[in-house]
């Protein structure tokens, strides 16, 4: 009989997940968690400028920052790494964000079906109560937790 | 057609998108598969993609303004992205088209694809805001 997988943990996943990829470029890095949400922040950088003539953010980090910190939420809720699929993702954007400013991303996933998670969330500059972007999404769970693979 | 780089932001450029041409004035963005775009081993990072579809949607619009003689700031209003499939290790091409142009706003709607164009990867819609730089 296989021993139950540890439940998912943000903190530890994320040291992984910010040392590769597109996260890794983005130099995306852990926040703080709770049950079903995750904070994310994305570190200000020259070179992911939007604009010639202002300090400010592009939206595209911005964007990839919400996705990440959507699945990271979701696989906190479920407490299990599966993989999942963005399905849509809807980022509505308040106001740039402040010059030479870090950018922190909060998502929660506030309901789970069989197959769907619906997430939501804000992404701000330092005070969540003035957001520079909010967003909503739903993914799609598309099979079981690779880490249980070997026990299959 | 503009100088293509201008049509580029800093971040776009460092992400590694480039315009590759035009059709029906608007610019045709490619990306190459690379470490940096990648999210689950072996497909585009969501995040990567949507900045490419974002990309070509400020591209298409910009090309147009420039054509009509207008240079005002753009500002993202919201941007909706439909994933359509995994986005694979290959060549991806973006092309935006322009919905509606307004006086202050815009409607851009924006494809994704690799092989086949028949098969986009994923789609955007975009509200875009024009705002004078007198302003």
């Known amino acids: ?152 | 057609m503009p100088d293509p780089e201008s049509l580029l932001s800093a971040y776009a450029r460092s992400l590694g998108i480039a315009v590759n041409g035009s059709e029906d004035g608007a610019p045709l963005l490619t990306i190459e598969f690379s470490d940096i775009v990648q999210g689950r081993p072996g497909a585009f990072h969501g995040g990567a993609t949507s900045g490419l579809l974002e990309t070509a949607g400020y591209a298409a619009l910009r090309a147009r303004l420039i054509e009509e003689g207008r240079d005002p700031q753009l500002k993202p209003i919201n941007i909706t992205v439909q994933f359509l499939s995994a986005g694979k290790q290959k060549q991806t091409y973006a092309k935006g088209r322009i919905t509606r142009l307004g006086r202050r706003n815009a409607n851009v709607s924006v494809e994704a694809w690799q092989d086949n164009r028949d098969r986009p990867i994923a789609t955007a819609i975009m509200n875009i805001l024009m705002a004078d730089r007198s302003a």
């Open chain 1, 1 to 152: 009989m296989a021993k139950p997988l540890p439940p998912f943990d943000p903190k530890e996943a994320s040291k992984l997940f910010t040392q590769y990829g597109h996260s890794g470029w983005l130099g995306l890095r852990y926040s703080d968690h709770g049950e079903d949400w995750v904070e994310l922040e994305l570190p200000w950088r020259e070179d992911l400028l939007g604009e010639e003539d202002r300090h400010v953010l592009a939206s595209g980090p911005i964007i990839s920052l919400l996705d990440m910190a959507s699945g990271m939420s979701i696989w906190t809720a479920t407490k299990t790494f599966t993989p999942v699929a963005t399905l849509d993702l809807r980022v509505d954007y308040q106001r740039p964000a402040r010059e030479r400013s870090a950018v922190t991303a909060r998502v929660e996933c506030y309901r789970r079906t069989k197959s769907a998670a619906f997430v939501r969330g804000i992404a701000h500059d330092g005070d969540p109560d003035d957001p520079v972007a909010t967003m909503a999404g739903v993914f799609m769970t598309i099979a079981r937790d690779p880490r249980s693979a070997s026990h299959a």
